[in-house]
Nanobody, 123 residues
């Protein structure tokens, strides 16, 4: 079994900062890409930022210059530093990992999601 556990969400005023963290654990052989998605009420889930095992990053246009994604390959963790937060950043944020697992003598590749953490930006 593979688990992704997020932490760091909460309530913050506009212009403030939050740091999200996600730790992957279980029968992991290797993690390829890790990323953060978000889903606001009534909207589709969207990519916020992603990072490959080599450190290449990709950001949604709406967060470029404000959010920074990073990862620690040795600890199987990914972080999202969110600065200059806006009310429109309010959403449930989900961690995602594309990884190869090892189970019962077999390798496989799959996509895993965390349970989500609420981020609310409001005065």
């Amino acid at each position: 079994q593979v688990q992704l556990v997020e932490s760091g969400g909460g309530l913050v005023q506009p212009g403030g900062s939050l740091r999200l963290s996600c730790a992957a654990s279980g029968s992991i052989f290797s993690i390829h890409a890790m990323g953060w998605y978000r889903q606001a009420p009534g909207k589709q889930r969207e990519l916020v930022a992603a990072i490959t095992s080599g450190g290449s990053t990709n950001y949604a246009d709406s967060v470029k210059g404000r959010f920074t994604i990073s990862r620690d390959n040795a600890k199987n963790t990914v972080h999202l530093q969110m600065n200059s937060l806006k009310p429109e950043d309010t959403a449930v944020y989900y961690c995602n990992a594309d990884l190869t697992y090892y189970r019962s003598g077999n390798y496989g590749t799959d996509d895993y999601w965390g349970q989500g953490t609420q981020v609310t930006v409001s005065s």
